[in-house]
């Protein structure tokens, strides 16, 4: 759909001070108008500002989130690689014991994570596709076609919880706990972090797939699945990237 | 406010009740306000504190009217809780969340933040954060007293000192909960930003003042998550048994602890990496403040508008790489030490370029000496003065010494505090007319300033002498080691400096209240300032911009050469000539 | 209101000045052999700095004008690209330079092949006390572990495991005794929490981490006694964590480590 942007050229004066004003935009929702929020909400362009809008916040957030990610990676691989210091030997020596992991439950919970996010994606495609009806002026068909592809996302979700917290009782039960050498403490933080983020996704997937019921209008709605699904999809992805690290770097 | 805004909404035919329009609102311009009285609350129980440990160094014995003496064991207490309520609850609030939440959409032109609702929240966990903090004065063991940096294990495990227990708890979930608040706002001003500028207004026609703001949200984002990771796992340790900071073997009051192979060096390398942008943080958008208010009252664009905005990017960046001239006598690798060191000294580069910078923005300028202007000019000289030290501090031979003493008190209150609290003093003055819609006593504004300017100085350049001499930092009192018991004499000068420097600040406490109810009816623009928030009535009405969306035409700063009338500047939204 | 700023101003500078130039009180006389350089570094840091706060302050009493002077620069109104440039660079090479000249200094400090012939001692830092540990004739510490073995009360507060015999001759002291002129090798620990051994005579600071041995080195050249201070918020004793060198002749130090060692 063609966006109107008529971009305003204004000679560049030749000074380094005084901020001299380049190209203006006059593209709406990029420095040449607002989002439109104040023009009726079935107005196209209003629509396209508020994804793009809720679209940039969770780049930001994701931002924050690797920032966070990356660092206890970096700081799982170092403890991993310089051990602690021996007060009786004199120098650092390894005391890392490596996790027998249970592939079986794990591989189990990715795959669950995984379909999570496929059948998140086409709801979310379901919803677009959906949206082209609203824009014809026909009455969106009943949402009944898409909340199942919602609603097994959510059931998915809940089972991969479900399944890494009994992945920790396993864990538990060989008498790996939290406390009882860097590498659980590591292994748990890692995967105790991941388990909440996604978490409060299943919150907010809960708050998308319910959105009809609460009253949601199909555009907020579509929304909160665009953004959920883009987080979704970003854990899933570092889950995988969390399962790696603990099975190639096992120490 | 001049006509409560109830009753304005009722003028307008809207039902509002106190509730909403005060306490829930999603109005940006009531959240700024409700983030700047929150600052205020911050600073007066943190100024309160920082005026008891003076008292208690140089007079441990004296019983303070209405309180009592002051306990030892308090001393740490209250000086963990002047560092946190300071650099969190003032520091890095209202420059950031107070000012900018207000300013930042009416200077770019939009009716409202990106995400209003999401701006209620965060200040909402703001003062859940505050009052969990608080709440420490008031558990057994009082709070923590391992100071604001809280290193373990001192922090981490409750045996270490009183206030180790529940008192370091609440101050880490305080803290905890204050980075969420700051990464939601955060994320709100980099949104608005990007995409609720009015028409024609360039990234390079913002204020500086959005400019800084923007960047410190960046800086948000990418440093508070390291903080709550870092919080998250020293709770761990403490309560789960974890061994993340921890190594073994220690022996605490007699009492083994059960921890091992942590190291407690981890978390100086978080904390800093935490703490060295937050610095940055809270400078940057006082450093745009007084850009905003020089060229005002100079009646003078910026001097170098895009050298201000590469500087602000640059300290920014740079102020990422620095972390470590913290842990210089820490034990951490030398050659570490040496590269730490080089970026150090490199931040000190955009820094000088800006103070040029505002410095060649008052040159020739027909300045206006307004208490606003007063305050930013006292910016840029304490800035000179705590800034200067700082490459000094950044050479880890020199560090190796000073480390740890008085002398970087010295400093960092010379550029944090005082050079960021008079920027605050100056947004105050300035701003008030248009969140109140009245003006402040120039007179008292004069009288403040003139007391605080000598009274910082007074209170803070002596502090480089008790550093060279050797005098450590945190010391409750001077009785333990004899060559600090020699420094009485001096410590007891700052303490009375500090003193006549604290009760000036009810100059301005007062004039800020009696303004509120008494003073001066303001008019749209009292300065003559160019930047669209002055084309709205004062105060700034509740629906702001939303009814007219200006269009953009002129920079930032276009004040006229070569006229002494007064109109003699262009608004940003006048029309193209 | 102008000239009131810039004589407020003026007079802030002038302030300034005169306290550091008449300083009431300075660094401590230099007993050890980085103090020399320690502190001419610190004279041209001083020097340099200083000047650029005297400068900046009074280049910003010179802006100050009153309204009404006529100083408009109608050229450089936005500001002057050259300008920008060559004061940056200008800075930069200044602040190269500091920084070049400063980091010498930290390489000879930080950098240190040992000696045969140094002087050995362990340092402990403990809530709120110092302890100094030598290692007796066989040139080696006994091994330690403060959990199971320490007791203040009962004359081992390191807690010296009594099994090792490499421990049996060692001398632990609450004051640190050194002779002038000789290299001093020491490791510091911790046996509780962060500590920081700072010996402000001797130009010296190094924290005392649990968990780590952290190795540096000292030279003391004059006889004397110098006090040590704590330098890393421990908790409630930090204060009064304090300790003694004591520079004695090297005929002495043997007699004391004799005396010690008799014990």
Known sequence: MPIISDRVEIKRKPKLGGGGPGKIPHRHGFGGGDDGDRGRPEDFRSRRQRMRRYRLVMGLCLFSVTVVFVVLTFLYILRLGTGRYDEDAHRQIQDWIPLKLPYLQLWVNSLLLLLSSITLEWARRGMARKEEFVDMGIVP??????????????????????????????????????????????????????????????????????????????????????????????????????????????? | MKAGLITEARRHGEERDFLRTYVFTSDHKMIGRQYFFLSLAAVLVGAWLSLLMRIHIVWPKTAIPFFGEIKPENYLAYLTMHGTLMVFFVLSMVPQNGFGTFFLPLQLGASEMSFPRLNMIGFWTALLSFFVLMAAFFVPGGPSGAGWTQ????????????????????????????????????????????????PGMAMMRMPLTCWTWFVTAILILLAFGVLVAAVIMLLLDRHAGTSFFVPGGLLVSGKPVEHSGGSPLLWQHLFWFFGHPEVYIAILPAMGVTSHLLATFARKPVFGYKAMVGATIAIGALGFMVWGHHMFASGMDPHAGFAFSSLTTAIAVPSAVKTFNWVGTLYGGRIRYTTPLLFSV?????????????????????????????????????????AGLFAIFAATYFWFPKM????????????????????????????????????????????????????LPLQRFITLAAIVTLAAQLIFLFNLFWSLRKGAAAEANPWQCTSLEWTLPSPAPPDGFAARQPAVNHG???????????????MQDAPAS | MAVALRIALGLITVGCIVLFISHPI??????????????????????????????????????????????????????????????????????????????????????????????????????????????????????????????ADEGNPLGIDPADGAGKDDIVSSALVLPAGRNVELVLRAQDVVHSLFIPAMRFKQDTVPGMEIHSHLLPTQVGNYEIACAELCGLGHYRMRAVVRVVSEEEFEKWLRAEASQ
């Not at chain 3, 900046?56 to 620069?73: A, Y």
Request: hydrophobic share 50%.
């Open chain 1, 141 to 251: 068909p009943p949402l009944k076609q898409d909340l199942p592809w919602l609603g097994i996302s959510v059931v998915l979700g809940f089972l991969f919880l479900a399944g890494q917290v009994l992945v920790w009782q396993n864990l538990q039960h060989q008498g790996v706990f939290l406390a009882t050498n860097p590498s659980r403490n590591y292994f748990y933080l890692l995967t105790g972090t991941h388990a909440v983020h996604l978490a409060g996704g299943l919150v907010a997937l809960l708050y998308a797939a319910g959105g009809r019921l609460l009253g949601l209008r199909f555009e907020s709605q579509k929304i909160a699945v665009e953004v959920t699904g883009w987080y979704w999809h970003y854990l899933a992805f570092l889950w995988f990237c969390i399962f790696a690290l603990v099975h190639f770097a096992k120490g």
């Open chain 2, 151 to 198: 290193y373990p294990p001192l922090s981490a495990i409750a045996l270490a000192g009183p206030g180790q227990a529940l008192g370091t708890d609440l101050w880490l979930v305080s803290i905890g909960l204050f980075c969420l608040a700051s990464i939601m706002s955060a994320v709100n001003f980099v949104a608005t930003t990007v995409t609720r500028r009015a």
């Open chain 2, 378 to 418: 006292g910016f840029v000289s304490l800035f000179i003065t705590g800034g200067l030290t700082g490459p000094l501090l950044a050479q880890p031979a020199l560090d190796v010494y000073l480390h740890d003493t008085y002398f970087v008190v010295a400093h960092f209150h010379l550029i944090m505090a005082m």
């Open chain 2, 436 to 487: 109140f819609g009245r003006r402040m006593n120039e007179r008292l504004g004069r009288l403040h300033f003139c007391l605080t300017l000598f009274g910082a100085y007074a209170t803070f350049m002596p502090m480089h002498l008790l550093g060279i001499a050797g005098h450590p930092r945190r010391y409750s009192e001077l009785t333990g080691v004899q060559y600090v018991t020699a420094m």
């Open chain 2, 556 to 570: 930032p700063y276009e004040y006229l050469p070569g006229t002494e009338s007064i109109e003699d500047f262009v």
């Open chain 3, 26 to 151: 300075w660094f401590p006389a230099g007993v050890s052999a980085q103090s020399a350089p320690l502190d001419h570094n610190f004279r041209v840091a001083f020097w340099v700095l200083g000047a650029l706060f005297v400068v900046g302050q009074l280049v910003l009493i010179w802006v100050l004008v009153k309204p009404g002077t006529d100083r408009e620069p109608k050229k450089n109104w936005y500001g002057n690209g050259r300008l920008e440039i060559a004061w940056t660079l200008a800075i930069a090479a200044i602040f190269l330079w500091f920084h070049l000249s400063g980091n010498r200094l930290w390489s000879n400090i930080s950098s240190h092949h040992s000696v045969a012939d140094a002087v050995q001692v362990e340092v402990t830092g403990v809530q709120f006390q110092w302890y100094f540990r030598y290692p007796g004739p066989d040139r080696r510490f006994g091994r330690v572990d403060a959990q199971r073995f320490a007791r």
